[in-house]
């Protein structure tokens, strides 16, 4: 059983920061991609940013030079530092970890989401 808990979001004015954290916890021998998606009222989930175990990272574009995703790969953690924080971020960030590898097979995991709102 694998387990991904997240810590921080809440609210913000438009251009302040907020840090985002999240830790997978079980029988975890290594993890492959984990990254940051979001959902808002009315949308779809997206993307927001990954990073590999070898610390490839992707942004989605309305994030790139704002957000910074950071991966512990001792603690199966990852960060997600947002700057200059815009209204239409506002959203349920939902933390993801693929290619988990337990001891026999592999599994993939979703966390329960925290909720970031920015105010105008």
């Known amino acids: 059983q694998v387990q991904l808990v997240e810590f921080g979001g809440g609210l913000v004015q438009a251009g302040g920061s907020l840090r985002l954290s999240c830790e997978a916890s079980g029988n975890i021998f290594s993890i492959g991609t984990m990254g940051w998606y979001r959902q808002a009222p009315g949308n779809s989930r997206e993307l927001v940013a990954t990073?590999?175990?070898?610390?490839?990272?992707n942004y989605q574009h309305a994030v790139k030079g704002r957000f910074t995703i950071a991966r512990d790969n001792a603690k199966n953690s990852i960060s997600l530092q947002m700057n200059s924080l815009k209204p239409e971020d506002t959203a349920v960030y939902y933390c993801?970890?693929?290619?988990?590898?337990?001891?026999?097979?592999?599994?993939?995991?979703w966390g329960q989401g925290t909720q970031v709102t920015v105010s105008s």
């Open positions: 990073i590999s175990s070898d610390g490839t990272t």
């Open positions: 993801r970890a693929q290619g988990i590898r337990l001891q026999w097979s592999f599994t993939s995991a």
